[in-house]
């Protein structure tokens, strides 16, 4: 009796201890679809020299670039255009830009080939030679060629200037509201 009882109890464990389990090396990921509704700003440029860009933003409408800390980024020197992507923290969105590119003292000649505004991707990118329709250069710190894109710092009391794009408000504005409400 005891046998026959030992045989059923191992019948038993053998089916139902035997399931058709995978491996987790087998398992598929299932990753969530993450919506990105930050608001980005993409500089298409050629910087020679490594360095530091900052976007300033506001969202009161205002040029009052004061208000808020800008978003810095390290840029590597490099002969190549390269983008710059900035990232504003999720719900900001921004009534005006300001471009600075740069504080290396030692800095060529800068390349601003297009800006792009993304958001909740939808994009708006604006490039030579319409630039200038949007931005216009720190006169007393830079000079802007809108037909090639050349931001050159201008040289004042033996030092480089840190040269910055300001928007044209009445025309910059518009152009990132459109863009929100597509």
Same mark, same amino acid.
């Given at each position: 009796?005891?046998?026959? &009882?030992?045989? /059923? #109890? @191992? %019948?038993?464990?053998?089916?139902?201890?035997?399931k058709d389990e995978k491996s987790v090396d087998n398992?598929?990921?299932?990753?969530?679809?993450?919506?990105?509704?930050? &608001?980005?700003?993409?500089?298409?440029?050629?910087?020679? *020299?490594?360095?530091?860009?900052? @976007? &300033?933003?506001? *969202?009161? $409408?205002?040029?009052?670039?004061?208000?808020?800390?800008?978003?810095?980024?390290?840029?590597?020197?490099? *002969?190549?255009? =390269?983008?710059?992507?900035?990232?504003?923290?999720?719900?900001? /969105?921004?009534? =005006? #830009?300001?471009?600075?590119? $740069?504080?290396?003292?030692?800095?060529?000649?800068?390349? @601003?080939?297009?800006?792009?505004?993304?958001?909740?991707?939808k994009t708006k990118t604006i490039g030579c030679p319409?630039?200038?329709?949007? &931005?216009?250069?720190?006169?007393?710190?830079?000079? %802007?060629?809108?037909?090639? $894109?050349?931001?050159?710092?201008?040289?004042?009391?033996?030092?480089? =200037?840190?040269?910055?794009?300001?928007?044209?408000?009445?025309?910059l504005q518009p152009e990132i509201e459109k863009l929100?409400?597509?």
């Open positions: 009796m005891k046998t026959k &009882f030992i045989a /059923i #109890l @191992l %019948f038993i464990t053998t089916i139902f201890g035997c398992l598929e990921i299932v990753k969530p679809d993450v919506i990105d509704n930050s &608001f980005k700003v993409t500089l298409d440029v050629i910087v020679k *020299e490594n360095d530091d860009f900052s @976007l &300033f933003y506001t *969202e009161d $409408g205002s040029t009052d670039f004061t208000k808020i800390e800008p978003i810095w980024i390290s840029v590597k020197g490099s *002969e190549s255009s =390269q983008k710059v992507i900035y990232s504003l923290p999720e719900d900001v /969105i921004p009534t =005006q #830009l300001r471009l600075d590119f $740069g504080i290396n003292k030692n800095q060529k000649d800068i390349v @601003l080939n297009s800006v792009s505004m993304n958001y909740k991707g319409n630039l200038v329709s949007f &931005f216009r250069a720190d006169d007393s710190k830079c000079t %802007f060629d809108h037909v090639t $894109g050349k931001i050159v710092a201008k040289i004042v009391d033996g030092k480089r =200037q840190y040269p910055s794009l300001y928007p044209h408000e009445t025309v929100i409400k597509q």
